[in-house]
Structures are given as C-alpha cells and as structure tokens.
C-alpha cells in the first residue's frame, strides 16, 4: 500500500464519525451545532442543516474509506481508520458536553 491509502483511511475515520451526531440529530428533529452556524461551531444549526452536513461527512467519508482500501486484509488502513475514528470520537464528546447550555 502506498502512505496515501494510510491518509485516507484516517481521513474516513474522521468523516464517519463526524457524519454521525448530525445525522442522528437532524433526523430526530434537534438543532445541533455545525460549521454553519453563528458562531460556527457553538451555535445551533436546524436539523436540516444537521441532516446534510451528515450525509456529506457520510458521502466523503465512504470516498475516502473506499480510496484507502480499508479491510482486513490492510490492517495499516484499519488500524489509521480505527486510531482517527476513536480520536474524534472523543473529541466531539469533549467539545459538545455543554450543547444543552447553548
């Protein structure tokens, strides 16, 4: 594999993980903080917004996913998919506890 289908596949981590409290907070009819909203980041977004926003993580992220050839038989890509999915992960859970202040 070349250093790039590593990139990619921690870039799909990312992705899919971001597509995820947006998507499920723009279908269950939550405003939501996203890039798009005043101030970007920390101010509510309408859960359309929220539903697209997701669903474009979603789309890049499966892109990237696909580009980086991740799957068992690459455990590198796997384990770049998995060590950046976890990291934002955590960092959404720490940047978003204080969303019910908002």
């Known amino acids: 594999m070349k250093w790039y289908h ?31 909203s005043h101030p970007p980041g920390k101010g509510l977004s309408s859960p359309l917004i929220n539903v697209l926003w997701g669903l474009f993580n979603l789309l890049v992220g499966y892109g990237f996913f ?14 770049a998919f998995f060590v950046s999915f976890v ?11 204080d969303k019910a202040r908002f």
């Open 66 to 79: 696909l580009w980086g050839q991740v799957s068992p038989r690459h455990k590198g890509a796997l384990l």
């Open 87 to 97: 990291l934002i992960s955590v960092m959404l859970s720490l940047t978003f506890v």
């Open 6 to 36: 590593y990139v990619a596949a921690f870039l799909a981590g990312l992705f899919l993980a971001n597509s995820v409290p947006h998507f499920v907070n723009g279908v269950s009819g939550n405003a939501f903080p996203s890039p798009f």
